[in-house]
Nanobody, 126 residues
Framework: AQLVESGGGLVQAGGSLRLSCVAS????????IGWFRQAPGKERGERGG???????????YYADSVKGRFTISRDNAKNTVYLQMNSLKPEDTAVYYC?????????????????WGQGTQVTVSS
């Protein structure tokens, strides 16, 4: 399984970005894909869960810190999961990773147990 993230960049507070995670090497329709982030100065084991989506039925989960601002979606025809990030804040600055394919996806931690992508940097200036 392979995951490739893209879409990061530098944006001012209040701005928007859309991240993409293209998956390959597994049946995209049957798993859960998660977005996590590693803030500056944090270790790999401290990556925080942001959101998760079950590709089979579109069920979604969000961390409280991003609810109402971020939207996760998927395009099964393109094997791609998106993370639309609006109203960005400086504290959203991090390297964003996607993770999969997760067998379960009933809550965010279950969406971070498989393969990681290489990450994409998001920097929000104040």
């Amino acid at each position: 399984a392979q995951l490739v993230e893209s879409g990061g960049g530098l944006v001012q507070a209040g701005g928007s970005l859309r991240l993409s995670c293209v998956a390959s090497g597994f049946d995209f329709d049957d798993y859960a894909i998660g977005w996590f982030r590693q803030a500056p100065g944090k270790e790999r084991g401290e990556r925080g869960g942001v959101s998760c989506i079950r590709t089979s039925d579109g069920t979604t989960y969000y961390a409280d810190s991003v609810k109402g601002r971020f939207t996760i979606s998927r395009d099964n025809a393109k094997n791609t999961v998106y993370l639309q990030m609006n109203s960005l804040k400086p504290e959203d600055t991090a390297v964003y990773y996607c993770n999969g394919p997760n067998l379960l996806g009933n809550y965010i931690p279950q969406c971070g147990r498989k393969n990681w992508g290489q990450g994409t940097q998001v920097t929000v200036s104040s």
